[in-house]
């Protein structure tokens, strides 16, 4: 049987591998969650990534550790996973520049194995059992954007209102709604709770307008409840209706195509056609991770 151990940054993220399975639900393989990491994307991305020191690593170095030594076979007592996939959000900060977040990966990958491994042979060796094994993957512009390709996905988020975003139409990926209800309002006070949902950027926002579906009146603070509604919604998720529209999704239907290559699975990759995002499958020349 093979394991693929899926590194999360996200809350709702936590339930990835019980849905992945949904996908792959054979048993040659198994999904193992490790515990939640602090991701890098939350602020505007530089062209040039940040680098940390070996005391204080930068948070995208320290995923770049985690990813490491997974497949490292001197630092568990178990057999390595078969398969280590990291998954971030982009979030709207850096939907404009993707190839930004995955140079921060692949400088964090370098940086680390040249601070951990005292020779050459050490890192060469490490360097290919990343190659092998680890994957870098991101969801667009977050997580709750693809429960938008699902009404009981939504539903089982705890949603109080009808979704006016048309997934077969609009790529949830670039998701943005025209819900007059939703933009109206004015914006929160800087320095305010309520209403959650009434930020500058929620037009594009997958999770804000998810706030306002499961509290329109803005009164709650979290009407919508990642550890609860998120995690249902993703739990179960109809992965063949969010990938259904072919030239939609690219990145996640990226993660699937990567999964199927990495378990032998085409049949499976078969099943959900269409385009991939090409920063992150298939993989181009000089790949640093088996995808990016």
Request: glycine letters at 4%.
């Amino acid at each position: 049987m093979k394991r693929v151990a899926l590194l999360v940054t996200g809350k709702t993220e936590e339930v990835l591998h019980q849905s992945l399975k949904r996908v792959f639900p054979g048993e040659g393989v198994t999904f193992v969650m490790r515990p939640p990491r602090e991701g890098f994307t939350s602020t505007p991305l530089l062209e040039t990534p940040l680098r940390g020191t070996e005391d204080k690593p930068t948070a995208a170095e320290k995923l770049a550790q985690a990813l490491v030594a997974e497949v490292d076979p001197g630092r568990r007592d178990e057999e390595p996973p078969d398969l280590v996939v990291l998954v971030d959000d982009l979030e709207l900060y850096n939907v404009e520049w993707p190839e930004r977040a995955i140079e921060y990966i692949r400088t964090a990958v370098s940086t680390h194995v040249d601070r951990r491994y005292s020779s050459e042979t050490a890192r060469q060796r490490a360097l290919s059992r990343v190659r092998a094994r680890c994957s870098f993957h991101l969801l667009c512009p977050m997580v709750e954007a693809y429960f938008y390709a699902e009404g009981a996905a939504l539903d089982r988020a705890d949603a109080k209102r009808a979704s006016m975003f048309e997934a077969k139409l609009v790529d949830a990926e670039s998701f943005e709604v025209a819900d007059p209800d939703f933009l109206t309002h004015p914006d929160r006070p800087k320095k305010g709770d309520l209403p959650p949902w009434a930020t500058p950027d929620r037009a594009c926002h997958p999770k804000r307008y998810l706030q306002f579906l499961c509290d329109p009146t803005g009164k709650e603070k979290r009407a919508y409840k990642e550890t609860e509604g998120g995690r249902a919604a993703l739990r179960e998720l109809d992965w063949p209706a969010v990938l259904a529209p072919s030239t939609h999704v690219r990145f996640i239907r990226s993660l699937i195509h990567d999964l199927a290559d990495a378990l032998d699975e085409p049949a499976i990759a078969a099943q959900f056609p269409g385009d991939t995002h090409p920063a992150t499958w298939p993989p181009c020349a000089g790949n640093l991770l088996r995808n990016v």
